[in-house]
């Protein structure tokens, strides 16, 4: 399959690139739905990106942490690159996460190209020892990879300075922004300065909770695992940074407060088995997450769907 038709072709563009466009919205992150026998869910996995696309999502990334990333077997990742670029059409881009060891990262690129993906977010290496140089060979060559695809380097990593962010894309155009994910606005800030404001799309990689204080410093876009259970939530609080709104934007914030709070306890023990567990409490997928996550204990179980009956209300 080739990319989709969303994608501008080479030469001369009229207009504002796309693939910036989508970036500087609400990425979503979808969850990836197991069945009881521990599979991959796939029935659950379409139902649940149509029910992010009616309600006007407009960016997904599959194969996200969100999505349980790590979790995934080779052949997972690459049914839900299937799937949600399948579900997506014309609708929405497609980010697809990609990462591990460099083979494997490069691989799984080539196939979210081939897929017909528009960009693809590069997971900050899991390794004990990443160099700044080491740092970029590795994003250069999964850039390089695929020069059709625009490319989201995921930072994660406080040490890494803002030049090298700026090294990486001096030789890689395809580079056109960054899912920023240090808890730190200050630092964020000097980051984005350093490797050049406006040259790349700055997504606030830390979802709602950080949201206000990233666009306040240059973000105009973040991602979100909450926008999974409440779409029109995550896509107001968008609508209001967006516009300036800080009031609104911070309205929504309190209203999301405690559930990112039980997200990002113990280290983020929980993150996705709360939003997990949130879909069950709605009828749209299993509580089921993956080890090295485990289920909510009851009465945890029993705050989150007391938060999401309060959404629905």
């Given at each position: 399959?080739?990319a989709?038709?969303?994608?501008p072709?080479?030469?001369?563009?009229?207009?504002?690139?796309?693939r910036?466009?989508?970036?500087?919205?609400?990425?979503?992150?979808?969850?990836?739905?197991?069945?009881?026998?521990?599979?991959?869910?796939?029935?659950?996995?379409?139902a649940?990106?149509?029910r992010?696309?009616?309600?006007?999502?407009r960016?997904?990334?599959p194969?996200?942490?969100?999505?349980?990333?790590y979790?995934l077997?080779p052949?997972?990742?690459?049914?839900?690159?299937?799937?949600?670029?399948?579900?997506?059409?014309e609708?929405a881009?497609v980010?697809?996460?990609?990462?591990?060891?460099?083979a494997?990262?490069?691989?799984?690129?080539?196939?979210?190209a081939?897929?017909?993906?528009?960009?693809?977010?590069?997971h900050?290496?899991a390794?004990?020892?990443?160099?700044?140089?080491?740092?970029?060979?590795y994003?250069?060559?999964?850039?390089e990879?695929?020069?059709?695809?625009?490319?989201v380097?995921?930072?994660r990593?406080?040490r890494?300075?803002?030049?090298?962010?700026a090294e990486?894309?001096?030789?890689?155009?395809?580079?056109?922004?960054?899912?920023?994910?240090?808890?730190d606005?200050v630092?964020?800030?000097?980051?984005?300065?350093?490797?050049?404001?406006?040259?790349?799309?700055?997504?606030?990689?830390?979802?709602?909770?950080y949201?206000?204080?990233?666009?306040?410093?240059?973000a105009?876009?973040?991602?979100?695992g909450?926008v999974?259970?409440?779409?029109?939530?995550?896509?107001a609080m968008?609508?209001a940074?967006r516009?300036g709104?800080h009031?609104?934007a911070?309205?929504?914030?309190?209203?999301?407060?405690?559930f990112?709070?039980?997200?990002?306890a113990?280290?983020?023990?929980?993150n996705?088995?709360v939003v997990?567990e949130?879909?069950?409490?709605?009828?749209?997928?299993?509580?089921?997450?993956?080890?090295?996550?485990s289920?909510?204990?009851?009465?945890a179980r029993?705050?989150?769907?007391?938060i999401v009956?309060?959404w629905?209300a």
């Amino acid at each position: 399959m080739t990319a989709s038709a969303w994608v501008p072709g080479p030469g001369p563009r009229p207009g504002p690139d796309p693939r910036r466009t989508a970036l500087a919205d609400v990425v979503a992150i979808p969850v990836t739905p197991f069945a009881e026998d521990g599979s991959l869910d796939r029935p659950a996995h379409r139902a649940l990106l149509r029910r992010l696309l009616d309600a006007g999502v407009r960016t997904l990334t599959p194969n996200g942490n969100t999505g349980e990333f790590y979790a995934l077997s080779p052949q997972e990742r690459r049914v839900v690159t299937e799937q949600t670029v399948a579900e997506a059409g014309e609708r929405a881009a497609v980010v697809v996460g990609v990462g591990h060891d460099l083979a494997t990262a490069t691989a799984d690129a080539r196939h979210a190209a081939d897929t017909g993906a528009h960009l693809v977010m590069v997971h900050q290496p899991a390794h004990p020892y990443v160099s700044g140089a080491g740092w970029v060979a590795y994003h250069r060559a999964v850039a390089e990879a695929v020069p059709g695809l625009g490319v989201v380097p995921y930072v994660r990593d406080p040490r890494l300075p803002g030049a090298r962010l700026a090294e990486l894309a001096d030789g890689c155009p395809n580079v056109l922004g960054v899912k920023y994910a240090v808890p730190d606005a200050v630092r964020f800030a000097g980051f984005a300065r350093d490797a050049g404001l406006e040259r790349f799309v700055w997504v606030a990689g830390l979802a709602e909770p950080y949201a206000p204080s990233y666009f306040s410093a240059g973000a105009t876009g973040f991602t979100s695992g909450l926008v999974n259970v409440a779409p029109r939530l995550s896509l107001a609080m968008h609508d209001a940074l967006r516009a300036g709104d800080h009031a609104t934007a911070m309205t929504v914030w309190e209203r999301v407060r405690r559930f990112e709070e039980l997200r990002a306890a113990d280290g983020s023990a929980d993150n996705v088995a709360v939003v997990k567990e949130a879909l069950a409490a709605l009828g749209l997928c299993r509580r089921d997450v993956r080890p090295p996550s485990s289920v909510l204990p009851e009465r945890a179980r029993a705050e989150v769907a007391g938060i999401v009956a309060g959404w629905v209300a």
